[in-house]
């Protein structure tokens, strides 16, 4: 089973046209991370979001914490080809519930962005 | 400022033959170290990780090792390649508590001939 599912697994939109991805946890998450990848590359570090209700930006690109549904969002704002790439959030998950986190990935969003 | 090293970047190799790839990092000592492998459509799946040198636990049953020689150096081995080890392996290293991010090398792409 996928104990994070991101959605929707690719996405493409037209330069300066906003977007969300979503990030769901079928578990408790105790910290939320967001990666960007780009082909062939290593992942680049975002944001992490801890405390639900948790906002934060980096430049165009937003993340919120939704603690009660388990969820993370991901908005971007006039979106350019520079944000195209594959987008995927983490969590620090608690599998035995005796507080030994791992941190588990979802499998991406590719996100295109046409000129 | 931290950095993390990942060689090389690209390697062919033939069925059978052994493996090395080598990650270090500078800037922090005592980082947690990891070894993630990539494949297609089915996301990062961790391998190995190490909190302390000679402090390795292995994730998944499989024909590679990962060994811890020095603090900031982590090295995955293989003494004889299957075709289905082919990917993208990423290191990537972290502080020691909970709820750090954990910062990725630039990957090292293996192909199995």
């Known amino acids: 089973s996928q104990e994070l599912e991101q959605s929707p697994q690719s996405l493409i939109v037209q330069e300066g046209k906003n977007l969300t991805i979503n990030c769901t946890s079928s578990?408790?998450?105790?910290?939320l991370y967001w990666y960007k990848q780009k082909y062939g590359e290593g992942l680049i570090f975002l944001m992490m979001?801890?405390?639900?209700?948790e906002e934060k930006s980096h430049e165009k690109i937003t993340a919120k914490l939704d603690e009660k549904k388990q969820q993370s969002s991901l908005h971007i704002t006039a979106s350019q080809p520079s944000h195209a790439g594959i987008y995927l959030c983490?969590?620090?998950?608690?599998?035995?519930?005796?507080?030994?986190?791992?941190?588990?990935f979802g499998k991406g969003t590719k996100l295109s962005v046409i000129p | 400022s931290q950095t993390i090293h990942q060689w090389p970047a690209t390697l062919v190799q033939p069925v059978g033959s052994p493996l090395s790839l080598e990650c270090t990092v500078e800037?922090?000592?005592?980082?947690?170290l990891y070894w993630y492998r990539q494949a297609a459509g089915r996301g990062l799946q961790l391998l190995f990780y190490?909190?302390?040198?000679?402090?390795i636990s292995s994730e998944v049953p499989q024909n590679l090792s990962a060994s811890r020689p020095q603090d900031r150096q982590f090295i995955l081995s293989s003494k004889k390649l299957l075709l289905s080890d082919s990917g993208f392996y990423l290191c990537?290293?972290?502080?020691?508590?909970?709820?750090?991010?954990?910062?990725f090398g630039d990957g090292t792409r293996l192909s199995i001939l």
């Open positions: 990537a290293w972290s502080g020691g508590q909970i709820n750090q991010p954990q910062h």
């Open positions: 578990k408790t998450l105790y910290g």
């Open positions: 979001l801890q405390k639900g209700g």
């Open positions: 983490g969590a620090d998950i608690d599998y035995s519930g005796a507080g030994s986190y791992q941190l588990t």
């Open positions: 800037g922090t000592s005592n980082p947690n």
């Open positions: 190490s909190i302390g040198i000679d402090q």
